[in-house]
């Protein structure tokens, strides 16, 4: 069973971290916000389109959606009438590559709570995520690291710690990326070709055994017995799982 806990110092009341959904068609930039933005301390979504965006939306209800303008199919703007259209008060970045100052025009006239242009300055476009989620929610000033436990797993996202059975275990930069894009897909297998491209950056042609590698070593450090994984598991033909419901 996955929860989502305060820290210990938390008196007994639980919150839950805010969510951000990021819809961006740019898989390495989209990688790149999503991992400062964990670091920050945030859970965070990704979707390519339009069609994504509104599953994700109907799904997790984020607390702020992060939107580019030129999506395929569909551009950001139609997304943002029909968010808003709908009574949905999500706070909404807009980003765009075009300088046209019609366009900031038409994203504010549509509901956009902020603007940023591309190329993006990143520790500005999380500055401007902080203060417009201080102005949303109150909470967010008080906010503190959230864990991630599954089963007797637990993961820290900001601080990048992970614990097993109450010990912290020490994994290496790659099998902390790994056991995060893993949580992420909510007990969805994902092949070994999506690893490569999400958590390595490699073109999802490459042929490497690193998944493989760094499978082995997360199961030796969190499985009590990593010949017969509880959560890490091998679908053979398909890909990898972190099994999340799992009674302990």
Request: aromatic share 6%.
């Given at each position: 069973?996955?929860?989502?806990?305060?820290?210990?110092?938390?008196?007994?009341?639980?919150?839950?971290?805010?969510?951000?959904?990021?819809?961006?068609?740019?898989?390495?930039?989209?990688?790149?916000?999503?991992?400062?933005?964990?670091?920050?301390?945030?859970?965070?979504?990704?979707?390519?389109?339009?069609?994504?965006?509104?599953?994700?939306?109907?799904?997790?209800?984020?607390?702020?959606?992060?939107?580019?303008?030129?999506?395929?199919?569909?551009?950001?703007?139609?997304?943002?009438?029909?968010?808003?259209?709908?009574?949905?008060?999500?706070?909404?970045?807009?980003?765009?590559?075009?300088?046209?100052?019609?366009?900031?025009?038409?994203?504010?006239?549509?509901?956009?709570?902020?603007?940023?242009?591309?190329?993006?300055?990143?520790?500005?476009?999380?500055?401007?995520?902080?203060?417009?989620?201080?102005?949303?929610?109150?909470?967010?000033?008080?906010?503190?690291?959230?864990?991630?436990?599954?089963?007797?797993?637990?993961?820290?996202?900001?601080?990048?710690?992970?614990?097993?059975?109450?010990?912290?275990?020490?994994?290496?930069?790659?099998?902390?990326?790994?056991?995060?894009?893993?949580?992420?897909?909510?007990?969805?297998?994902?092949?070994?070709?999506?690893?490569?491209?999400?958590?390595?950056?490699?073109?999802?042609?490459?042929?490497?055994?690193?998944?493989?590698?760094?499978?082995a070593g997360l199961r030796h450090k969190l499985e009590a017995d990593?010949?017969?994984?509880?959560?890490?598991?091998?679908?053979?033909?398909?890909?990898?799982?972190?099994?999340?419901?799992?009674?302990?």
């Amino acid at each position: 069973m996955v929860m989502m806990n305060g820290d210990a110092s938390d008196s007994g009341l639980t919150t839950t971290p805010l969510r951000v959904l990021i819809v961006e068609d740019n898989a390495h930039f989209a990688s790149t916000l999503r991992n400062n933005l964990e670091i920050e301390g945030f859970l965070v979504d990704t979707a390519a389109s339009v069609v994504a965006a509104h599953q994700q939306i109907s799904h997790v209800q984020p607390d702020l959606i992060i939107l580019d303008v030129m999506l395929p199919g569909h551009d950001g703007f139609e997304l943002l009438r029909s968010i808003r259209s709908s009574g949905n008060s999500v706070p909404i970045i807009v980003l765009t590559a075009r300088r046209d100052e019609q366009d900031k025009l038409r994203g504010f006239g549509l509901g956009a709570d902020d603007f940023v242009t591309k190329p993006v300055n990143l520790p500005e476009l999380l500055a401007r995520i902080r203060a417009l989620l201080r102005r949303a929610y109150p909470r967010f000033a008080l906010a503190r690291p959230h864990w991630i436990r599954v089963g007797d797993i637990e993961i820290c996202p900001p601080s990048r710690t992970v614990k097993r059975a109450g010990t912290v275990v020490d994994l290496r930069p790659k099998e902390f990326e790994l056991l995060l894009a893993l949580f992420r897909q909510h007990d969805r297998i994902v092949s070994r070709a999506e690893l490569l491209r999400d958590v390595w950056g490699y073109h999802t042609s490459t042929i490497s055994r690193t998944v493989d590698t760094h499978m082995a070593g997360l199961r030796h450090k969190l499985e009590a017995d990593p010949l017969n994984p509880r959560y890490l598991l091998t679908v053979r033909t398909a890909g990898y799982l972190l099994r999340q419901r799992v009674e302990v």
